[in-house]
T-cell receptor
């Protein structure tokens, strides 16, 4: 079965610092991978996705992720954190027809 | 477009009562999903529809849960009877279909069963 594992339930950074949120996947077929963000009391919003093609994917709000097959990873990065980036981030993989399977989430805390 | 619309946003009910959650997907989307989010289990897919037909309901916890999609612009998730362990945030999402298309999420319904 396809799954994703997010390392670290909480990540704390200072404003302006690099953001790195880790996601590893398990899949017997080429995976379609997604990162979603959830702000407090809101639904999820797509940050970026990898399906095929270029392994470095750029998303909204300055985030990007790199698909590394050799490491079965899809880590999310942003060069410089902003206070508004504080939220919960979910990595997900598509299984079957359209079924999204989410990781447990990583809460990003940004301090001034 | 207004995005995915869910109602109510908050629901507080007593154990044993029937609860109905409603969802209006984005116009033109042909796939609709119901998710549940809890601290213990995280985000889990309950059921999804394609062209108003249920495709996979393996995530529906038990017979107390049922979902319908009578037309392309409306879906309901019903819990009868409700139990305290059903307390969660329920999200509806819709997409154009296909594995690589984005699922757009609604704001969720926070359900509390006392």
């Amino acid at each position: 079965a396809q799954s994703v594992t997010q390392l670290g339930s909480h990540v704390s950074v200072s404003e302006g610092a690099l953001v790195l949120l880790r996601c590893n996947y398990s899949s017997s077929v080429p995976p379609y991978l997604f990162w979603y963000v959830q702000y407090p009391n809101q639904g999820l919003q797509l940050l970026l996705k990898y399906t095929t093609g270029a392994t470095l994917v750029k998303g909204i709000n300055g985030f990007e992720a790199e698909f590394k097959k050799s490491e079965t990873s899809f880590h999310l990065t942003k060069p410089s954190a902003h206070m508004s980036d504080a939220a919960e981030y979910f990595c997900a993989v598509i299984t079957g027809f359209q079924k999204l399977v989410f990781g447990t989430g990583t809460r990003l805390l940004v301090s001034p | 477009d207004a995005g995915v619309i869910q109602s109510p946003r908050h629901e507080v009910t007593e154990m044993g009562q029937e609860v109905t959650l409603r969802c209006k997907p984005i116009s033109g989307h042909n796939s609709l999903f119901w998710y549940r989010q809890t601290m213990m289990r995280g985000l889990e897919l309950l059921i999804y529809f394609n062209n108003n037909v249920p495709i996979d309901d393996s995530g529906m916890p038990e017979d107390r849960f049922s979902a319908k999609m009578p037309n392309a612009s409306f879906s309901t998730l019903k819990i009868q009877p409700s139990e305290p362990r059903d307390s969660a945030v329920y999200f509806c999402a819709s997409s154009l279909g296909g594995r690589d298309n984005e699922q757009f999420f609604g704001p969720g319904t926070r359900l509390t069963v006392l």
